[in-house]
């Protein structure tokens, strides 16, 4: 299995900060990466796929990079509609894997 | 608008079968080359992807669940479902239904995602 591992595990930010979230994959994946974004008490929702390709409707201050086995899931000004928890998800081979995931508050 | 939704019992006793269903609206589960998959949330821990199935039958499961797994495609009434045998306590979790959006047979990533529901293991 291919083992995601996100770091920090949490952060606390002020609004207007820019932020950035690591996922390392325990193994080469290329680009097949995908973020998700989990508010509180809600369901997970796709923010974007091939490591950069923004899902349809994600605000453009969300950005992805990264390839190989390094990504981030960067946020330009974080927002307070931003608390979440993130997961990065590799889709190179079975199991699909996630990240352990990333909960972002505000300062 | 693709929708999903699960339904399924809230409360099951260790040991028996878990059933669940997930009814797609607003679109078919046999067009196009999606599958669809369960993913579970245990309380205040991560996300676990279970398993996936295309509407041919081809199926994917979790090694780590495989050997308790079966699931299956209703393309007549537009829904699949999960069967988890021999359930306990460590099954407790946010059951979510999902398409898992893919390209030549192969699925990426989960797309829409059902509202999840909440499964118990407890006598």
């Known amino acids: 299995d291919i083992h995601m591992t996100q770091s920090p595990s949490s952060l606390s930010a002020s609004v207007g900060d820019r932020v950035t979230i690591t996922c390392r994959a325990s193994?080469?994946?290329?680009?097949?990466l995908a973020w998700y974004q989990q508010k509180p008490g809600k369901v997970p929702e796709l923010l974007i796929y091939?490591?950069?390709t923004l899902q349809s409707g994600v605000p453009s201050r969300f950005s992805g990079g990264g390839s190989g086995a390094d990504f981030t899931l960067s946020i330009s000004s974080l927002q307070p509609e931003d608390v979440a928890t993130y997961y990065c998800?590799?889709?190179?081979?079975?199991?699909?894997?996630f990240g352990q995931g990333t909960k972002v508050e505000i300062k | 608008q693709l929708q999903l939704q699960e339904s399924g019992p809230r409360l099951v006793k260790p040991s028996v079968t878990l059933s669940l269903t997930c009814t797609v609206s607003?679109?078919?589960?046999?067009?196009?080359?999606?599958?669809w998959g369960w993913i579970r949330q245990r309380p205040g821990k991560g996300l676990e992807w279970i398993g996936s199935?295309?509407?041919?039958?081809?199926?994917y499961y979790n090694p780590s669940l495989e050997s308790r797994i079966t699931m299956s495609v209703d393309t007549s009434r537009n829904l699949f479902s999960l069967k988890l045998t021999s359930v306990t306590a460590a099954d407790t979790a946010v059951y979510y239904c999902?398409?898992?959006?893919?390209?030549?047979?192969?699925?990426?990533?989960?797309?829409?995602w059902g509202q999840g529901t909440l499964v118990t293991v407890s006598s």
């Open positions: 607003g679109g078919s589960i046999s067009s196009g080359t999606h599958y």
């Open positions: 999902a398409r898992h959006e893919g390209s030549k047979g192969w699925p990426f990533y989960f797309d829409y």
């Open positions: 193994q080469g994946i290329s680009n097949f």
């Open positions: 091939a490591a950069s």
């Open positions: 199935i295309f509407y041919g039958g081809g199926t």
């Open positions: 998800q590799q889709y190179d081979s079975a199991p699909w894997t």
